[in-house]
């Protein structure tokens, strides 16, 4: 099971953070990413990482901004997201399955969590 939390409203430039938390697998046998849709548009992959705590980024423009982090003590997956933008408003979601590479079709997803960024 996934559950997302965290998410709200952000102004342009500032910050917010997401957290999955998890249930059922132990992190260190699964890989988790994140996704995000806004309205109108495709589901778009953010970012993952693996059971071995690689990071690979499914889109570059988060580099240097997101950042992904395991919390062993919670069982939890946090995305800190930075420097955000307008264009970043989207409902944003938890997948897990074993690969961050075939995550967005094999994954187990959560209900998502919207994150709006906006004045």
């Known amino acids: 099971q996934l559950v997302e939390s965290g998410g709200g409203l952000a102004q342009p430039g500032g910050s917010l953070r997401v957290s999955c938390a998890t249930s059922g697998f132990h992190l260190d046998n699964y890989a988790v990413g994140w996704f995000r849709q806004a309205p109108g548009k495709e589901r778009e992959g953010v970012m993952c990482?693996?059971?071995?705590?690689?990071?690979?980024y499914y889109t570059d423009s988060v580099k240097g901004r997101f950042t992904l982090s395991k919390d062993y003590a919670n069982n939890s997956v946090h995305l800190q997201m930075n420097s955000l933008k307008p264009d970043e408003t989207a409902r944003y979601y938890c997948?897990?399955?074993?690969?961050?590479?075939?995550?967005?079709?094999?994954?187990?997803w959560g209900q998502g969590i919207q994150v709006t960024v906006s004045l």
């Open positions: 990482i693996s059971a071995g705590n690689q990071i690979t």
């Open positions: 997948a897990a399955n074993v690969f961050c590479s075939d995550l967005d079709v094999k994954g187990y």
